[in-house]
């Protein structure tokens, strides 16, 4: 057991080091650099360049040094802690972050949990009534969920919640806790605001995942020691939590893996039309503008929480299952 | 036969007991293949083509056949959408900015005179610095058919005017409201479909050959080979989708021709999607390849490429075309969410996100909801791909 997590920590290494050799290049790929279109554009405006911090960015994150001490730079500076600094908004990447990456993972957790209570009874009971008019019915609502872009479902949600409940909704939490301290308050001032972009985030991914619990435990149905416990004469509520149910909860931890990208992937979307204070809004405006190492950040985050998240799954899949443990292999 | 009843033709006659019984001959010749011979629509069945049995199994699934047909009649209308659009792409009615949409009407002040609109009427709100537009039930207008309107160039190729509905001389017709610079919505609708259709199969077709080189040289190949491509699929998985598209399509020079960026955005789409289809070749061929058929062409000489896409490649296609179906839809959502957030497709080539870029705030949802209605063609198609695919997933195997 602690060897295989030991081994499944030590393999995140190489992925995190190539998926920081790809960000890297990414933010390279346009022409020039941020801090020379800088100075360009202050000096259109007529505005005096601080030569001395001009200077001193450029040495100190070595932006004339061939790309590859660039990367090791940038690379070695995150282990660290330092993420670069922002051009845009003229002062380090982590303080112009703020908490907006805790923000992400706690609204990105709450969809999760979301999409886990409402894709559960629903899988199984599509999975159990199978061609029922339930089951029809419910697909189609799920297959909505998956045509209807999140953008626009939010756009209407928030005209919607504007009309009926009156309450504005741009924004995450109270506009009093913006700016301060995490307290119990906060959290629960978040909480409560996140219902919107967690259904929006979550609908697409609960459809999705509803059909593939579905698919799953219908597999799972048709096996053998379901008809054998069923020929015993096992009462079919029994017979579903005793065996195929298991199974299925299993799948709902190893799913994560595709649900991760997918929620992160709407939740950043989302954000924007809904201007939550999450990764989302920034991280385009920062692509917009080519602030490299703001841009840079955000996408190593937004790949890491789901590196993290998939070998959270993967371990609770080991501590859960022992057909995994016993045999030491790895899951996917 | 008699009528009586079967029983009387099936039934042998005996002869009354005590009597010599004749030694019986049949003197019908002697077919010893008369047992296992089939009825000719068992012969049917049973020698039917496996793309003859995939189309009659993929016939029983109504929805996915009804969906079918919706997907050809979508992209039969980007064959001929000068025609079916009332107005041109980029025809402006600067007197008519946000107007709601028109309805047709049959019968005025009782009486039935054919398919008309009545003249809008706009008036400005001066509180709020709205249009509003009412109908003005004295002014019908009679829509001409098969009409010629605003000239246009066919496919690049031919001077023509037609149209296949038209307002009459100097009257409106926007079915579907105008934009901000009185643009028929209905009209980039139908323009905006060329882009946003043709986007997927393109993403797809490039994605395809992506997953099935690389997939099938790890399959076949295994060892290290198989590795590298295993860690790369996994890296490119790690990322989250749309963040990544939107870097990369941020990347993307501005100096470039909007056809370039088409063909860049079509590239981006493709170049994330082809993990999904790799992976199936490769697991399909790790499989197949230990097949006795597979050892047997070997054995024969046979080199690798034919092994591949003459023995094991045709055992799996089915499955690969129905998995890609599944994942066009992705890629037009993909376009449609990056051009809304103004990073994916550029005017003045429009697709159904470039028209929803139009509709990115509260206020357009509350003034002028028909901004909105691109939607509603990205919802059908992305629905009907969905249930087309499995459709075709289901029929994929129709031996089980």
Redesign the interface.
């Known amino acids: 057991m602690v060897r295989y997590v030991v081994k499944r920590i030590l393999m995140m290494i190489p992925t995190l080091i190539a998926i920081s050799i790809i960000v890297f290049t990414i933010i390279q790929l346009p022409p020039g650099n941020y801090l020379e279109s800088y100075i360009a554009e202050l000096q259109a405006q007529g505005e005096s360049v601080d030569q001395q911090k001009i200077a001193f960015l450029r040495e100190y994150y070595g932006l004339d040094k061939p790309l590859v001490e660039q990367y090791l730079r940038w690379a070695g500076g995150m282990l660290t802690g330092d993420f670069g600094y922002s051009f845009e908004f003229n002062m380090p990447v982590t303080r112009v972050i703020g908490d907006r990456m805790l923000l992400t993972v706690i609204v990105s957790f709450v969809t999760i949990l979301f999409t886990w209570t409402v894709a559960f009874p629903i899988g199984i009971y599509s999975a159990t009534h199978q061609y029922s008019w339930g089951d029809y019915g419910l697909s189609f609502l799920g297959f909505l969920g998956i045509a209807i872009p999140n953008f626009m479902l939010a756009l209407v949600m928030m005209y919607v919640a504007n009309v009926v409940f009156g309450t504005t909704i741009g924004g995450l939490m109270a506009p009093e806790f913006i700016g301060k301290a995490w307290t119990w308050d906060k959290v629960k001032s978040v909480l409560e605001h996140s219902w919107i972009p967690v259904i929006v985030i979550g609908t697409s991914g609960t459809a999705g995942m509803i059909r593939r619990l579905r698919a799953n435990l219908l597999d799972e149905l048709q096996k053998q020691y379901v008809v054998t416990a069923r020929a015993k004469g096992l009462p079919p509520g029994k017979t579903l939590r005793k065996y195929p149910l298991r199974m299925a909860l299993n799948f709902f931890i190893s799913d994560i893996g595709s649900l991760l990208p997918h929620i992160i992937s709407g939740a950043e979307i989302t954000a924007v039309v809904l201007s939550l204070p999450t990764t989302g809004p920034m991280l385009l405006s920062a692509l917009k503008s080519q602030d490299m190492y703001l841009a840079g950040t955000f996408l190593m985050f937004l790949a890491l929480l789901i590196v993290v998240g998939v070998l959270i799954s993967d371990l609770a899949l080991v501590a859960l299952d022992p057909r995994i443990r016993l045999a030491g292999g790895v899951t996917r | 036969m008699s009528a009586d009843g079967p029983g009387e033709v099936s039934t042998i006659e005996l002869e009354p007991a005590g009597t010599h019984a004749g030694h019986y001959v049949s003197t019908a010749p002697f077919d010893p293949a008369s047992a296992a011979r089939l009825t000719p629509e068992q012969e049917r069945f049973y020698l039917a083509s496996q793309w003859k049995l995939m189309w009659w199994k993929f016939k029983l699934h109504r929805v996915a056949v009804v969906s079918g047909l919706v997907l050809l009649v979508m992209y039969g209308t980007t064959l001929v959408t000068e025609v079916l659009a009332p107005y041109n792409l980029h025809t402006r009615n600067t007197d008519f900015i946000y107007a709601s949409p028109q309805r047709v009407h049959l019968f005025h002040e009782g009486s039935f005179i054919g398919p008309f609109v009545y003249e809008q009427r706009k008036t400005l709100d001066m509180k709020t610095m709205r249009r509003n537009y009412t109908e003005d039930p004295a002014k019908p207008h009679p829509l001409r058919f098969f009409c010629s309107g605003d000239p246009y160039r066919f496919w690049g190729l031919a001077d023509a005017s037609l149209h296949l509905v038209c307002p009459a001389k100097g009257a409106t017709l926007f079915l579907l409201g105008t934009d901000r610079l009185g643009r028929d919505v209905l009209s980039r609708i139908l323009h905006g479909a060329r882009i946003s259709l043709t986007i997927g199969l393109i993403g797809i077709a490039i994605s395809f050959a992506l997953g099935l080189l690389i997939g099938g040289l790890a399959g076949y190949y295994g060892g290290w080979v198989d590795m590298t491509v295993q860690?790369v699929i996994?890296?490119i998985?790690?990322?989250?989708?749309?963040?990544?598209w939107?870097?990369?399509s941020?990347?993307l020079?501005v100096t470039w021709s909007p056809i370039l960026i088409y063909f860049g955005i079509t590239g981006i789409l493709a170049l994330l999607d082809w993990t999904g289809l790799a992976r199936a070749v490769r697991s399909k061929l790790l499989a197949l390849r230990e097949e006795d058929y597979t050892t047997a062409a070997r054995l024969m000489g046979a080199a690798p490429s034919r092994i591949i896409g003459r023995h094991l490649l045709p055992g799996f296609m089915s499955h690969l075309i129905a998995s890609a179906t599944l994942s066009i839809?992705g890629m037009i959502?993909g376009e449609?969410?990056l051009s809304?957030?103004?990073?994916g497709l550029r005017p003045p080539i429009t697709s159904w996100g470039v028209l929803?870029n139009e509709?990115?705030n509260?206020n357009v949802?509350?003034l002028y909801p028909w901004l909105?209605l691109p939607?509603v063609p990205?919802?059908i198609v992305?629905?009907a791909f969905?249930?087309f695919g499995d459709g075709l997933r289901d029929a994929a195997d129709p031996y089980r």
């Open positions: 860690r996994e890296i998985r790690s990322f989250p989708e749309l963040p990544l939107m870097a990369l941020a990347v020079p839809p959502l449609t969410a809304f957030l103004g990073i929803l509709a990115q509260i949802v509350a909105m939607v990205v919802i992305i629905l969905n249930f």
